[in-house]
């Protein structure tokens, strides 16, 4: 095993609630209500419901195999070349999601904090940042988002108690005046974001130190980080109304510039940026790590930290490539990972879970006959 460290199921809660809530915080509200409208909240329940089923065939995976990674039991189960196939597949996706990450950190702060300020040099600092924090490695990771996550709950629980003045319940009414379809069309999109890039954490559960506890933790850390979202998006509803929501870029962003308590605690948006900022740095570092670590196995390499710089410089191009404004990474971007997504965050384990139920079964029948 590349990575020699181990993690608490605590620390992997605190690392699942930290990666859903990532860039998802400031987009899942405008994703949920741009076909739901203000049944948008609905959406949000059921495509958790659903990324709780896809998190419960993730830890039947990691049962199965609980010293390996994702990488390592492809090759067992689908043989040497399918198997590397599919693990470069996977690295692609993560790589992939680690640049679109990138690259939202980048045009949040110069659209809403330093508009003068080159993308390229925003970029660079978190850069640096970031493969510091892979380098580190995983226990370094956890124990810092164990430090982080009570400032995050704090801002969270700020901001929820703040805005609630501001609430006007019948900006959710009529519910479902257009049908169900608007809301599973939604659900869809929410299903694959964030849910199914949870399957980068088949990288990460093998180091949990408990494996029992490690399936009870990922659940309780995608229940957390979706209940948050879908706070999040309620609030933009009942207090921007759907369409105000829509056409935000970032609602939840400018959710937090309405709250006004008493002409005198204004325009603390703060509160959301700094949430924000703790969520994406932890998801953001995750996804590269896996990129690092599933690219070390899939060439056999002995390390995966001599791949950090190169990755990293290779990184800062494509994620100027991979998306070239922010129009594209709002509205072309998530179309285009949703098929994506949902190949390698649900086809390939059900692939691999059909694939080693069936190798059990001959197995168990080959006994049978020889008894």
Known sequence: ???????????????????NTGTSILLAPSLLASEAKQDAWLAG?????????VVCLYNTLGNLYPNMTLIEYSEEVLGKWVGKATSLLYFIFTFTLTSLIFRNIGDFLVIQMMPETPIESLHLIFLIIVIMGTRLGLEVLSRSAEILFPWFSILFLLLVL????????????PMLEEGIKPVLNSAIKFIEFPFLELVTFLMIFPYVNRPKEASKAFLVGTLIGGFILIMVTLLSILVLDPITTIRQIYPSYSLAKRINIGDFLQRIEAIVAGMWIISIFFKLTICFYASNLSLAQLFKLKDYRPLTFPLGMILFVYSLVVSPNIIYNINISPQAMIPFGFTVGLFLPLLLLGITALKKRRKNNKKHIHL
Request: net charge positive; charged share 20%.
């Open 162 to 173: 703040l805005i609630s003045p501001e609430i006007k319940f019948e900006n959710i009414q």
């Open 45 to 53: 329940i059921l495509g958790m419901g659903v990324g709780l089923l």
């Open 1 to 19: 095993m590349l990575e020699k460290g181990k993690i608490g199921a605590r620390q992997f809660t605190v690392l699942v609630i930290l990666f």
